[in-house]
């Protein structure tokens, strides 16, 4: 999909176990939006626009079935599968960032701390 991507990833027991029955997965679908299509996404069920994140069971629903729908078109059916297993899903904005000043002192800002790039 363009302007998107999706990544999967294993998170292990509280006790460190992978087996299966006791791990975990993790999926993190990354859309970027225009500020009206953020306003839409980031308005929660009872219709009220959160400053950054949706909580699970909060999603306005017709959103939510939206998303549901573009999965089911153009995901892959293993990624199909883990948001068919997902009751709850909600959504966090991650918001591009670039830091006028760097170094202070003796610090230095690097890596994700320092900035998101931006898309030109």
């Given at each position: 999909?363009?302007?998107s ?12 176990d ?43 629903p ?14 892959p ?6 948001l ?6 909600f ?10 000043q760097?170094v202070?002192?003796?610090?230095i ?8 790039i931006?898309?030109?």
């Open positions: 999909m363009a302007e991507h999706i990544l999967c990833y294993l998170i292990p027991s509280e006790t460190g992978t087996s299966v029955g006791q791990r975990r997965l993790n999926w993190v679908w990354y859309w970027n939006l225009t500020e009206a299509e953020l306003d839409l996404l980031l308005t929660d069920a009872n219709g009220i626009r959160r400053a950054y994140a949706i909580p699970p069971g909060a999603l306005y017709e959103q939510e079935s939206k998303q549901r729908k573009i999965a089911e078109r153009v995901l059916p293993a990624f199909k599968e883990l068919r297993a997902t009751k709850e899903p959504v966090q904005a991650i918001m591009d960032l670039a830091c006028p760097l202070f002192n003796r610090i800002l690097m890596g994700d701390a320092a900035f998101v931006q898309k030109q």
